[in-house]
């Protein structure tokens, strides 16, 4: 008897705990800082525009062969990446032969208004091809290459295995939206996580649905505790940052060495400001903006101006409402998070983790004008749709044209409203990932005071 009231008492307060976890997941959560280095931030930039963090690419000079030379040069970068678009790199590959990789401006820089901003999300990216037939391509003329020449094809060989390996699965129906979370999964299904070698046999397999994301601005880290949308990088955010470099690494050798230059670009990442907004702002109308912003929107964005204050909170399904599937892949499908918790990127004396959450971070909303489409997966053109769900469409297009095609009024993209699903230009938000739905904190906002939070913002 004594034995089974001990049993029922264990039960029951399993059950309280349960429960207890269940409820504590009802209300925001506070997010520890954890250290960082520290690094130097000139030293870092010119690594983020001139390093070989990828130390394979595609020989310089057939890249240039097939790109043409592009003569904007925005970074004013000098000797061979004069000659190359901004989100190329020229570097050395261990042997010797200058190839062309991609570097982290890919996704992380925009050309706005005829103006590069480093650090803004590309919200122009075009994942809707599969390149993996220009990789065979490649792979096919390299290797027939004969004598001094044949080096060429060793500088190439691990971007184009990765390339031509990923290239069919990272496949997605809609421009402008971003696969970065799915490449990484992928690559790491690849790799050995202790020694990161390569392996054309993945280890685990993923789910074939590609989960689309926005790309956070870089000057929002500096407020930051975690990163990513979810949340779910915390430790040392340097080792996040050098992620790119398992497109191509060969050994952890390689990823210590690359590892040693991202506390500086870190520290670069940390020192970028938001930039302003370029048209005349409406004094009174945001004064008014800003007391609703402080009623409203403070408690979880924080505050602007005179006085700043940020909660680093993560917010749960329960409140936020909007797209699950990007955290629910988390549980569903562990294998990335199990991956990384168990890899050279979490061990020595400045680890990293990843820590799922079923919900996201309110972020920072510093030079939010610039940053639409809104929401973690770019589903909201601009800032009033993002305030007044009723208005938000269900499939919109916007131009992708090179001259932005940005409405300064209400931020945001113009847009058209479609009737159905149609080009990969038209956003669709019935696919599973790119719903539009949640965040109503604007909804019993009046239409005056609406407004006014915008010309605050
Ligand atoms: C293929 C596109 C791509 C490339 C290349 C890329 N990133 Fe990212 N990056 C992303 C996306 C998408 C996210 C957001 C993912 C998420 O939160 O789920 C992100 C997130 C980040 C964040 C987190 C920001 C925050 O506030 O949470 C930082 C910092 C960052 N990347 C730095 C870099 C650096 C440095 C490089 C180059 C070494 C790089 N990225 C290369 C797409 C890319
Ligand atoms: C309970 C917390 C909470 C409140 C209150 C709140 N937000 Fe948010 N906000 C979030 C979270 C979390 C996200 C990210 C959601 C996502 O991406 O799925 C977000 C996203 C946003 C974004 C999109 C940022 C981007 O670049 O995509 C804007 C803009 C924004 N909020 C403005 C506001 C305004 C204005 C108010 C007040 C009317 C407000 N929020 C109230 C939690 C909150």
Redesign the pocket.
């Known amino acids: 008897m004594k034995k089974l009231s001990i049993l029922l008492a264990m039960v029951i307060t399993g059950f309280a705990f349960v429960s207890l976890t269940n409820r504590l997941n009802e209300n925001?959560e506070f997010i520890a800082p954890s250290k960082q280095r520290t690094g130097d931030v000139a030293k870092g930039y010119q690594y983020l525009i001139t390093g070989d963090y990828l130390k394979s690419g595609i020989p310089f000079n057939l890249f240039v062969l097939g790109t043409g030379k592009d003569t904007t040069n925005f970074l004013q970068r000098d000797g061979y990446n004069k000659s190359l678009n901004y989100s190329f790199t020229a570097v050395k590959a261990p042997n010797g032969v200058l190839v062309a990789a991609p570097n982290c401006l890919q996704c992380h820089g925009q050309v706005f208004d005829g103006k590069l901003i480093v650090g803004l999300g590309n919200s122009l990216s075009d994942f809707t091809l599969n390149r993996q037939g220009t990789a065979l391509f490649a792979e096919k003329f390299l290797q027939n290459l004969k004598g001094e020449e044949a080096k060429k094809y060793d500088a190439a060989k691990n971007f184009i295995q990765a390339i031509k390996t990923v290239s069919p699965e990272l496949i997605t129906t809609t421009k402008g939206v971003n696969l970065a979370d799915a490449l990484a999964a992928l690559l790491v299904s690849h790799r050995d996580p202790q020694t990161l070698r390569w392996s054309d046999k993945s280890s685990f397999t993923l789910p074939t649905e590609m989960i689309p994301t926005?790309v956070?601005?870089w000057w929002l880290l500096k407020k930051k505790n975690a990163m990513f949308?979810n949340g779910f990088g915390r430790g040392d955010f340097g080792r996040f940052l050098m992620g790119s470099n398992l497109l191509t690494v060969s050994d952890t050798a390689e990823a210590a060495e690359v590892d040693s230059h991202f506390n500086d670009v870190l520290a670069f990442i940390n020192s970028i400001e938001a930039p302003k907004y370029p048209k005349p702002i409406d004094a009174a109308m945001a004064a008014q903006g800003k007391a609703?912003?402080s009623a409203?929107?403070k408690?979880?964005?924080g505050s602007y101006g005179d006085s700043t204050s940020y909660p680093n909170?993560?917010?749960p399904e329960s409140?936020?409402k909007?797209?699950s599937a990007l955290y629910t892949a988390n549980y569903s499908n562990p294998q990335m998070v199990i991956w990384f918790n168990n890899s050279w990127f979490s061990s020595g004396d400045h680890p990293a983790k990843l820590v799922p959450y079923r919900?996201?971070?309110?972020?920072p909303?510093d030079g939010?004008w610039i940053?639409?489409?809104?929401?973690?997966?770019?589903s909201?053109p601009d800032?009033e749709t993002?305030?007044n769900s009723k208005k938000r469409p269900k499939y919109w297009q916007r131009s992708f044209s090179s001259t932005v095609d940005y409405n300064y009024e209400i931020p945001g993209y113009k847009y058209q409203t479609k009737d159905a699903p149609g080009t990969s230009e038209v956003y669709n938000t019935t696919q599973k990932g790119y719903s539009n739905e949640?965040?109503y904190?604007?909804d019993k906002?009046s239409e005056t005071q609406r407004r006014s939070?915008i010309e605050y913002?």
């Open positions: 925001p926005d956070p601005a949308y609703v912003f409203t929107c408690k979880c964005h909170l993560l917010i409140i936020i909007t797209d919900g996201y971070i309110a972020p909303l939010v940053t639409a489409p809104y929401l973690h997966n770019g909201v800032l993002l305030l949640g965040h904190f604007g906002l939070v913002l």
